[in-house]
């Protein structure tokens, strides 16, 4: 499995980007993609995640009404369309996939994960 995130950048306060990450190597369809991001010093922590095959998805409570996971599967690739960005929001970001029932919000529990974005807003 190879995940390619892509789409980050710096973008003042109010502001808004989209993340992709395109997933390559199986068929998805049991898979849940999970956007995780680390801010420096800090420990990564779970953004929003999706299932693959019937789209249900959740958010951190800090992105909740902000942020919007989706996915295109003729594409095979999860977006992350973030609004209203706030300074501590910044972080790089990652995308990351599991096979599972459910979307888990802990990094240990994805097994693929692919190279971060960086997402800079400033104040």
């Known amino acids: 499995v190879q995940l390619q995130a892509s789409g980050g950048g710096l973008v003042q306060a109010g502001g808004s980007l989209r993340l992709s990450c395109v997933a390559s190597g199986r068929t998805f369809s049991s898979y849940l993609m999970g956007w995780f991001r680390q801010a420096p010093g800090k420990e990564r922590d779970f953004v929003a995640g999706?299932?693959?095959?019937?789209?249900?998805?959740n958010y951190a409570d800090s992105v909740k009404g902000r942020f919007i996971i989706s996915r295109d599967s003729a594409k095979n690739t999860v977006y992350l369309q973030m609004n209203s960005l706030k300074p501590e929001d910044t972080g790089v970001y990652y995308c990351?996939?599991?096979?599972?029932?459910?979307?888990?919000?802990?990094?240990?529990?994805?097994?693929?994960w692919g190279q971060g974005t960086q997402v800079t807003v400033s104040s």
């Open positions: 999706i299932s693959w095959s019937i789209g249900r998805t």
């Open positions: 990351a996939a599991r096979e599972g029932a459910y979307i888990a919000t802990t990094e240990a529990r994805y097994d693929y």
